[in-house]
């Protein structure tokens, strides 16, 4: 599901979809917890597909799969949360790198 997220995110950033359905999620900066749900219903739509079709390839016990998007959830709250905290390393995308993901990201990938 994250290489999912990933591919169905960055084409949210192509000039036509990140003018008409990605832009409103970059409409907060700075980013804060709230601006995690909201997207238009294409993104939505798009990255929830991901969420569900993807497990039912790939046999995962439901309290797998229920945990698993529930850390994600905790991730995500995290990762908008109105801070320049820096907890991922460079490895993991935290709250301070996808802030500068959503003070300079345009529709350019």
């Not at 439901?62 to 959830?73: D, E």
Request: a neutral charge; proline letters at 4%; charged letters at 5%.
């Amino acid at each position: 599901t994250e290489t999912w997220f990933y591919w169905v995110h960055r084409a949210m950033h192509t000039p036509w979809l990140y003018k008409h359905v990605h832009a409103m999620h970059h409409s907060f900066n700075p980013s804060f917890t709230g601006a995690a749900a909201s997207f238009h219903a294409l993104d939505v739509a798009a990255l929830a597909l991901g969420a569900f079709v993807v497990p039912s390839l790939v046999p995962t016990h439901h309290a797998t799969l229920s945990a698993f998007l529930f850390l994600n959830l905790i991730y995500t709250l995290l990762q908008h949360a109105a801070t320049r905290t820096s907890w991922g390393c460079g490895v993991l995308m935290d709250a301070n790198l996808h802030n500068i993901h959503h003070d300079y990201a345009s529709h350019a990938c």
